[in-house]
């Protein structure tokens, strides 16, 4: 078309300007005619994790640093400290009326097993089962209805387990149970033995020490370290005095260990001159023991000597142990003089 309207045959030769200009500007009026452009969308609010994570990426790198969302458990939403203690309380006091529950009916039926033929015996039996309200209901009542004669009957029964729940119960009594223990502690099973024993450290069973002194030379150690302790609580007594010091001596080193610890358990002074012997023992776990036992005992001159010799053992556990005890013996004794100082002060 351009080249007919050029021509210089055209009867039109003002079109080929005019026509060129429409071409040329066609694609341009066609944009500006058409409707105005709408405004873009607002982005959508992301949530707060994802602004978070773009906000803590490394500059340079790809890699998110997701910091963990502080968010309350589902079960937590809504409920309050004081809903969650009042909960608790209302839980805690739903068990313990449960359980006082539990022990009426178990003392009401230990009390009926008490009236019938061979009821202490069966009563015994029951205190010996598993701890639990219902045993431990049968040996109380036990212990209050019978007498000594029945109780005493039943330390020779000829089942071991009569004779358990007889020692369960006299735990309940101490009374009646330092009368009785003397026969439990020549029993030939070894479980009621020990729980016999258990019982005569509980109510002091003065009048069993000669059982007690034989019971300390026994191989069981559970049976032996227990009666070491009582024979140490009571000095006054020789046989006592002279089975402890023996221990001490024992060319055994548990015995020995033994005799150590119920020392110190008893805070038996009066056994120091046989202790220090023991500073220079070859076996590590008396002298280990020993640095306990002298933790317990006063603040002298003479148990800083022997800890001072400890604090240069050979073994490092046992030179650790001895120099943080003298360290303890000496700040006692430091607050002992002060107290002293102070009380002379105010006297004066």
């Not at 502080?70 to 004081?82: F, L």
């Not at 223990?181 to 109510?203: C, K």
Request: aromatic share 2%; hydrophobic share 40%; with cysteine.
């Amino acid at each position: 078309m351009t080249g007919l309207a050029t021509s210089p045959s055209s009867p039109w030769p003002w079109v080929a300007p005019c026509l060129t200009a429409c071409l040329i500007c066609a694609p341009w009026s066609s944009v500006s005619s058409a409707a105005p452009a709408r405004k873009p969308a607002p982005k959508a609010s992301k949530p707060l994790s994802e602004e978070h994570a773009e906000r803590s990426r490394a500059p340079g790198s790809g890699t998110l640093r997701m910091a963990p969302t502080k968010e309350r458990p589902m079960a937590m939403r809504g409920v309050g400290t004081q809903d969650r203690r009042g909960s608790e309380a209302r839980l805690s006091t739903a068990e313990l009326a449960a359980s006082q529950s539990q022990r009426q009916e178990a003392r009401q039926q230990a009390l009926v097993t008490m009236k019938e033929p061979g009821g202490p015996a069966q009563g015994a039996r029951t205190a010996a089962a598993d701890v639990g309200p219902r045993s431990e209901e049968a040996a109380r009542v036990l212990a209050e209805k019978a007498d000594e004669a029945i109780l005493k009957g039943l330390s020779r029964h000829g089942d071991a387990s009569v004779r358990m729940g007889l020692v369960r119960a006299l735990g309940h009594c101490p009374k009646k149970a330092s009368a009785l223990v003397g026969p439990l502690l020549e029993d030939r099973n070894v479980r009621v033995l020990r729980a016999a024993v258990q019982l005569a450290a509980q109510v002091g069973a003065p009048g069993s020490i000669e059982r007690l002194a034989y019971l300390a030379l026994r191989h069981d150690r559970g049976i032996r370290s227990t009666a070491l302790r009582i024979l140490a609580m009571h000095p006054e007594h020789p046989l006592a005095r002279q089975t402890l010091i023996g221990a001490l001596l024992s060319s055994s080193p548990q015995v020995r260990q033994d005799a150590v610890a119920a020392v110190g358990h008893a805070r038996a002074d009066w056994a120091f001159h046989f202790l220090k012997r023991l500073a220079g023992d070859p076996e590590q776990p008396v002298r280990l023991r020993l640095v306990q036992t002298m933790r317990r005992l006063p603040p002298s001159a003479e148990t800083l000597k022997v800890l001072a010799r400890l604090a240069t053992d050979r073994d490092p556990r046992v030179r650790s142990e001895a120099v943080r005890a003298r360290a303890d013996l000496l700040s006692a004794r430091r607050r002992a003089h002060g107290s002293n100082g102070v009380a002379s002060r105010k006297s004066r």
